[in-house]
């Protein structure tokens, strides 16, 4: 069955430009999960939607970051004016569970930006 | 702020070695869990600890949650060079919090 999938993949961005990075989680799946993830580095959470309602942005490290799931499926994370500290992999995760976040997430294989 | 020491950072090992890597906080974390990525690929899940004290073993894997909550370890019994990778502990609290991980590298 299919995974999580990410696209696209890799993404180059001058300083300065919008980026939008989407998610598409496995289907059926209830809660979706936004992490950074800089090199050497573990993942560090920035967003968690249940269906579409986005119950908690505390990660997200500025209000450059923005991040929607209007259906309750496909989430996309937008990042304005990019910054070069804002290269990282970004992961998105998926779970079948809802209330609470505790359950067993599926990963997709995320998404490498790099800001020059 | 709630925050998970992984120990080692680094770790390269020969084939047939035991290991231990350890995960720990001050914080208590409902559950538990590790999970192994690869390079290019997202993190997978290898198990979810729940209760103070428990063991689990997958194969050549043993994990253990301690009995307050606060750390874990896992075992590797009889290394191979598949259980190269990176290994995150991540705690369940008021959100998920992962540790910086341990690299391994088991050397054939």
């Known amino acids: 069955g299919a995974g999580v999938s990410q696209s696209p993949r890799y993404k180059v961005a001058k300083r300065g430009q919008d980026v939008a990075l989407r998610c598409d989680p496995i289907?059926?799946?209830?809660?979706l999960f936004w992490y950074q993830q800089a090199l050497g580095q573990g993942p560090e959470f920035l967003t968690y939607f249940q269906n579409e309602a986005q119950l908690d942005k505390s990660g997200l490290p500025s209000d450059r970051f923005f991040a929607e799931r209007p259906e309750g499926s496909v989430s996309t994370l937008k990042i304005q004016r990019t910054q070069q500290e804002d290269s990282a992999v970004y992961l998105c995760?998926?779970?079948?569970?809802?209330?609470?976040?505790?359950?067993?997430?599926?990963f997709g294989p995320g998404t490498r930006l790099t800001v020059t | 702020t709630q925050l998970l020491e992984q120990s080692p950072q680094f770790l390269s090992i020969q084939e047939g070695e035991n290991l231990t890597v350890y995960c720990n906080s001050s914080s208590v974390f409902s559950s538990l869990q590790w999970y192994r990525q690869e390079p290019g690929e997202g993190p997978v899940l290898l198990v979810t600890v729940v209760t103070g004290g428990e063991v689990k073993k997958l194969k050549r894997l043993t994990f253990q949650f301690g009995d307050a909550r606060k750390d874990s370890s896992l075992h590797i019994t009889a290394a191979q060079p598949g259980d190269t990778g990176l290994y995150l502990c991540?705690?369940?609290?008021?959100?998920?919090?992962f540790g910086k991980g341990t690299r391994l590298h088991i050397l054939p």
């Open positions: 991540a705690g369940a609290g008021d959100k998920i919090i």
């Open positions: 289907s059926g799946h209830v809660s």
């Open positions: 995760a998926s779970s079948l569970a809802s209330g609470g976040l505790t359950y067993e997430q599926y």
